[in-house]
């Protein structure tokens, strides 16, 4: 007995299975993980470096350069990047896909260690940090409220960020704030000098007082033995005042008669954050971030999240409220509420073409019931795989609707074909599904061919071909399988006995007649087809090419760049004043605003590691707006921002988990520029920076070309004087005077209330200081005694200088970085600018990187791929048909789908993308299986059933003419509705459903006609001249 047989004989049986799959898929699509994006786990780990006070051509050649040393031994590396700018550096390791990144991470730490061993500064810090998708941020919260920084700062550590991070599913939290309490100590220099007290006394004596020291082990009358310890840390604001820092004419000097003492933030002048509402009303915000564990759903976390924060709200002062500043799940649940409803247009689009063709409503039921069984079936089979619904999941879900009809329509049309032959009803049903089960088997097999290869491809982009081609492939295998157990089982209950009708006799009549015609004339026809039908593969060039495109929603991420010497209340005077500009220009337009501006090294550092950005002289501004469209809101902040005169640069993405997770804060070309001047002398390298950027912008094809290095900042360059010397001043002291001086020192620890804080000492006049003030800085001389002062002038020379504000690096080798926007597609341009710009600086060579590299890097690898899932797809119809001239003839119809993509691509303006080049393997196998099934059914009515070889193309041809127009459309129909997606995610749907109808409409309506030419040729060329041009095995009746 076969499938067909069986399904029919044990109709309860075959029922009660589906039924029970149906119900197991409910319940899967509970529990299946539903995330952003599949589990990529993308090949980068960066290493954080913090080096206070340290420049960056220091941290570069003292730090950096033997930190890369170190992890390019590290086995697996494809690339080292690095950036240096003031006090931190990044260095972010790329290993080749496929590297066990826990072991990644675990050998970067084992050869950080080992240079510790040379590397012995206490300020020099490192942190390792890894990121992927499966802990990508769930939850952007803002924490506001009517008090100070350090008020919300505690409450947050406190009360809410203990509850948060129990709840299930979440993986971690962090708090984007220095607002901890700090005990600060402002020593007064001109009191310090007054009691010839310097620094390191200051130091030296907290120190001593501000500790527990142990005294060692003593017998008491020899009959116990205690531990003895000195008490001396300090527990109040007063135990720190009464210190004696030194003793001048018998009198000792207390800390408080130099210095004044508080709790206050760690940094005066650190990073701030604030939150406007529609109104503008200002209030204080600070920044929490909520990951996911990995494997968590995304959705359920977000709303386990939102759903405790109303509980924590009854918790908290009045004035204090919780925000969610940015969801990442409400893209994910945008989409879910997109697949429905494109499945839902779907099956009606399906179910009207079906029954304009078949005219039954039985008939109509019998099909339809074929989508939505096979779609459970795969998300059950994805779920037992470990796979998530994600934006690919599910788009390759939206397309397989239509693709899941295909198989039951040819069973269902063979049905009828049976019966209008007058064999018995139940026999009609079971031949007709085995008449066309070989077909349909070699169908699938080449579905899930075509698709084999991607596990060559390289980058990010395997891993999401990988997802969409596990669900094309399920869902075909799983629709064979419905095509011939369900379709036979429901026709032998709900198809009718009466005579066979075809509604479209017409069509076929019309087609039967075109073909006739064109195989009477087969070489000028199959030369006139192939010459019309392959002319749009030369729109290839004149195609726009990108990697991916992203749709922009209602909210943007602003970085506004000020020149690189702006002092932190430069920035937080053009912060307010952008944010009112806003507001003025966009009235009742903004839903919230966020501003954040300044740094600290460490935030710094790890926001360069993890794809975020904060710097002094940065301002980061979130915005949400209303009933206003993304371009003309982007027109309106452009023109606010670029009007203001502190403003260097600024850059406006859109705050998508898509956009920030693959691309970055990076936009348009990123070119790179290497010349041996930059070894030699970076600075005069930044001027050929310049140069280079002031040609590229004079291009007519270039939007915009901006440096990705900001301007050399002024310095003050300090040589100490032999008088200096001779007083026992060295460059590490007054390195550390200056520093204590400029931003502080943190000299230990201490408990206030509760509370665990650090303690620093430093001096208010800060950088906020004039030359002539700065030079006459009174400093104590480490050997002399008595009236050790001195003025900075007197022991140092002081001069003016330049020095890069940051220096980058890749593989070793000092870049520069220019970030082009043009008005073409980036790969196009990129090859042009490359040319040019080595024609006309012979002394550069140029490389890119960002989008255009993976561009370049995916679309090499996908042609080579594409090439081989081509040479398997025809060996394995070789093996099922038995045959090379079949398959030979099929694969040279897939010309004709890349011909359509590619005219479609150009029609609509779309670019071709990672999407297109999965809509390519799409369509190679739809053109695979409508191929196999033509072809198949006429070598059977030539070979089998004795008609001529001109019969048997009419006869086969008009018999598989309803079947393959039904499934190119139904495709078609299944991915229509996709082109009006307005979720904020790749699933917008025009990149995919545009060149998959594209190349549809065109490659069926030639395969119908190009297929049965080249068919009739193949048979009636002599096979010993055939075997003799084309040295193929030809197949005779």
């Given amino acids: 007995m076969n499938l067909p047989q069986i399904s029919v004989s044990r109709l309860r049986g075959i029922t009660i299975i589906y039924v029970s799959f149906i119900v197991l898929a409910l319940f899967a699509l509970k529990l299946i993980p539903v995330d952003i994006l599949p589990p990529v786990e993308a090949p980068y780990v960066s290493v954080a470096i913090t080096y206070q006070s340290a420049s960056p051509e220091q941290i570069e050649q003292q730090v950096v350069k033997y930190v890369e040393e170190q992890i390019k031994v590290v086995e697996g590396v494809e690339e080292i990047r690095s950036i240096c700018e003031q006090g931190v550096a990044v260095v972010q390791v790329k290993f080749r896909v496929g590297e066990n990144l826990d072991f990644a991470v675990q050998r970067i730490n084992e050869r950080l260690e080992f240079l510790k061993r040379t590397i012995t500064d206490p300020n020099i810090q490192f942190a390792v940090l890894r990121f992927t998708s499966s802990t990508f941020p769930v939850l952007f919260l803002g924490v506001t409220g009517k008090r100070d920084r350090a008020g919300l700062y505690n409450i947050l550590d406190r009360t809410v960020s203990p509850y948060i991070s129990s709840l299930p599913g979440v993986g971690g939290t962090l708090i984007l704030a220095d607002a901890q309490r700090n005990l600060n100590i402002w020593v007064d220099p001109e009191k310090m000098r007054k009691y010839n007290i310097g620094i390191l006394d200051v130091k030296n004596a907290i120190a001593q007082y501000n500790g527990d020291f142990s005294a060692g082990k003593i017998s008491l009358g020899g009959q116990s033995s205690v531990y003895a310890t000195v008490k001396g840390k300090f527990s109040s604001i007063d135990d720190a005042k009464e210190i004696v820092v030194a003793v001048r004419g018998g009198i000792p000097i207390k800390l408080k008669d130099i210095a004044e003492i508080e709790v206050s933030s760690r940094y005066v002048d650190s990073s701030r954050s604030y939150f406007f509402g529609s109104d503008g009303e200002q209030e204080t915000v600070l920044l929490y971030l909520v990951r996911k564990r990995p494997g968590a759903n995304i959705v359920e976390v977000s709303d386990e999240v939102k759903k405790s924060l109303q509980k924590i709200s009854n918790e908290l002062p009045a004035d204090v409220k919780i925000r969610v500043l940015l969801d990442f799940a409400d893209s994910i649940r945008k989409t879910i509420d997109e697949l429905k409803t494109t499945i839902y247009y779907s099956v009606i689009a399906i179910s009207i073409i079906t029954f304009v063709f078949v005219r039954r409503i039985r008939e109509l039921v019998i099909l339809v019931v074929s989508i939505p069984t096979s779609l459970f079936f795969t998300i059950l089979t994805l779920y037992f795989l470990g796979r998530s619904l994600n934006i690919i999941t599910l788009s390759a879900i939206i397309a397989s609707s239509g693709i899941v009809i295909d198989n039951s329509i040819v069973v269902l049309e063979s049905i009828k074909r049976r019966q209008s032959e007058g064999k018995p009803f139940l026999r009609a049903i079971i031949d007709g599904a085995?008449?066309?089960?070989?077909?349909?088997?070699?169908?699938?097999?080449?579905?899930?061919?075509?698709?084999?290869?991607?596990?060559?491809?390289?980058?990010?982009?395997?891993?999401?071909?990988?997802?969409?081609?596990?669900?094309?492939?399920?869902?075909?295998?799983?629709?064979?399988?419905?095509?011939?157990?369900?379709?036979?089982?429901?026709?032998?209950?709900?198809?009718?006995?009466?005579?066979?009708?075809?509604?479209?006799?017409?069509?076929?009549?019309?087609?039967?007649?075109?073909?006739?015609?064109?195989?009477?004339?087969?070489?000028?026809?199959?030369?006139?087809?192939?010459?019309?039908?392959?002319?749009?593969?030369?729109?290839?060039?004149?195609?726009?090419?990108?990697?991916?495109?992203?749709?922009?929603?209602?909210?943007?991420?602003?970085?506004?760049?000020?020149?690189?010497?702006?002092?932190?209340?430069?920035?937080?005077?053009?912060?307010?004043?952008?944010?009112?500009?806003?507001?003025?220009?966009?009235?009742?337009?903004?839903?919230?605003?966020?501003?954040?501006?300044?740094?600290?090294?460490?935030?710094?550092?790890?926001?360069?590691?993890?794809?975020?950005?904060?710097?002094?002289?940065?301002?980061?501004?979130?915005?949400?707006?209303?009933?206003?469209?993304?371009?003309?809101?982007?027109?309106?902040?452009?023109?606010?921002?670029?009007?203001?005169?502190?403003?260097?640069?600024?850059?406006?993405?859109?705050?998508?988990?898509?956009?920030?997770?693959?691309?970055?804060?990076?936009?348009?070309?990123?070119?790179?520029?290497?010349?041996?001047?930059?070894?030699?002398?970076?600075?005069?390298?930044?001027?050929?920076?310049?140069?280079?950027?002031?040609?590229?912008?004079?291009?007519?094809?270039?939007?915009?070309?901006?440096?990705?290095?900001?301007?050399?900042?002024?310095?003050?360059?300090?040589?100490?004087?032999?008088?200096?010397?001779?007083?026992?001043?060295?460059?590490?002291?007054?390195?550390?005077?200056?520093?204590?001086?400029?931003?502080?020192?943190?000299?230990?620890?201490?408990?206030?209330?509760?509370?665990?804080?650090?303690?620093?000492?430093?001096?208010?006049?800060?950088?906020?200081?004039?030359?002539?003030?700065?030079?006459?800085?009174?400093?104590?001389?480490?050997?002399?005694?008595?009236?050790?002062?001195?003025?900075?002038?007197?022991?140092?020379?002081?001069?003016?200088?330049?020095?890069?504000?940051?220096?980058?690096?890749?593989?070793?080798?000092?870049?520069?970085?220019?970030?082009?926007?043009?008005?073409?597609?980036?790969?196009?341009?990129?090859?042009?600018?490359?040319?040019?710009?080595?024609?006309?600086?012979?002394?550069?060579?140029?490389?890119?990187?960002?989008?255009?590299?993976?561009?370049?890097?995916?679309?090499?690898?996908?042609?080579?791929?594409?090439?081989?899932?081509?040479?398997?797809?025809?060996?394995?119809?070789?093996?099922?048909?038995?045959?090379?001239?079949?398959?030979?003839?099929?694969?040279?119809?897939?010309?004709?789908?890349?011909?359509?993509?590619?005219?479609?691509?150009?029609?609509?303006?779309?670019?071709?993308?990672?999407?297109?080049?999965?809509?390519?393997?799409?369509?190679?196998?739809?053109?695979?299986?409508n191929g196999i099934v033509l072809l198949e059914v006429i070598q059977k009515k030539y070979r089998e059933e004795n008609l001529d070889l001109v019969g048997a193309l009419i006869e086969g041809g008009g018999e598989r003419l309803r079947p393959i127009l039904m499934t190119s459309l139904t495709t078609i129909l299944g991915v229509f509705p996709s082109i009006f997606g307005s979720s904020e995610t790749l699933v917008g749907g025009r990149d995919f459903a545009v060149p998959t109808i594209g190349g549809l409409i065109y490659s069926s309506f030639f395969t119908l006609f190009l297929m049965p030419t080249m068919y009739y040729i193949f048979m009636k060329i002599p096979e010993k001249l055939l075997r003799k041009k084309l040295k193929v095995k030809i197949d005779t009746k």
């Fill in 434 to 929: 085995n008449y066309v089960f070989i077909p349909l088997l070699g169908s699938t097999v080449t579905n899930f061919i075509v698709f084999l290869p991607i596990v060559f491809i390289k980058g990010i982009s395997f891993y999401l071909f990988l997802d969409f081609a596990l669900v094309i492939t399920v869902a075909s295998i799983i629709s064979l399988f419905v095509a011939v157990t369900l379709i036979p089982a429901l026709s032998s209950k709900l198809l009718g006995k009466e005579e066979f009708s075809y509604p479209m006799e017409w069509l076929e009549k019309g087609y039967k007649r075109a073909l006739r015609l064109i195989i009477n004339h087969p070489f000028i026809s199959l030369v006139i087809i192939s010459s019309v039908g392959f002319i749009p593969i030369l729109l290839f060039p004149k195609v726009k090419k990108e990697f991916l495109r992203v749709q922009e929603g209602q909210d943007m991420r602003i970085f506004v760049y000020l020149y690189k010497s702006a002092s932190w209340h430069v920035a937080e005077k053009t912060a307010f004043k952008i944010k009112d500009e806003i507001y003025k220009k966009m009235p009742g337009k903004v839903e919230y605003m966020f501003l954040r501006y300044g740094e600290s090294s460490f935030g710094r550092a790890f926001g360069r590691a993890q794809r975020f950005t904060e710097a002094e002289n940065l301002i980061l501004i979130g915005i949400r707006f209303k009933e206003i469209s993304y371009a003309n809101a982007y027109k309106i902040i452009s023109d606010v921002i670029s009007s203001d005169p502190n403003v260097e640069e600024f850059r406006i993405i859109s705050a998508n988990p898509v956009n920030l997770f693959i691309f970055g804060q990076s936009r348009g070309i990123e070119m790179q520029v290497y010349s041996d001047l930059a070894e030699e002398n970076y600075l005069k390298f930044l001027e050929r920076l310049k140069e280079i950027r002031n040609f590229i912008r004079g291009l007519d094809f270039v939007r915009a070309a901006d440096i990705e290095i900001g301007e050399p900042v002024p310095e003050l360059q300090l040589t100490l004087w032999d008088y200096g010397k001779s007083l026992g001043f060295s460059p590490a002291y007054l390195g550390d005077f200056l520093s204590t001086l400029i931003t502080g020192t943190q000299i230990g620890t201490v408990t206030l209330n509760g509370l665990n804080m650090d303690v620093f000492i430093r001096t208010k006049e800060g950088r906020e200081i004039d030359l002539e003030s700065f030079l006459r800085i009174p400093v104590k001389s480490p050997i002399v005694l008595q009236d050790g002062y001195v003025h900075l002038s007197d022991i140092a020379r002081i001069r003016w200088g330049l020095s890069p504000s940051e220096i980058q690096r890749i593989n070793s080798f000092r870049v520069g970085i220019i970030s082009v926007d043009t008005a073409e597609s980036d790969f196009v341009a990129a090859q042009k600018l490359k040319s040019l710009v080595e024609k006309n600086f012979p002394d550069v060579r140029v490389d890119f990187g960002g989008s255009v590299q993976e561009f370049g890097q995916t679309f090499s690898s996908v042609l080579a791929i594409f090439g081989l899932a081509i040479f398997l797809d025809f060996a394995s119809m070789v093996v099922i048909l038995e045959s090379f001239s079949l398959p030979f003839i099929i694969l040279f119809t897939i010309p004709l789908a890349i011909a359509g993509v590619f005219l479609a691509l150009f029609l609509t303006g779309i670019p071709l993308s990672l999407l297109s080049f999965i809509s390519t393997f799409l369509l190679a196998g739809v053109v695979v299986n």
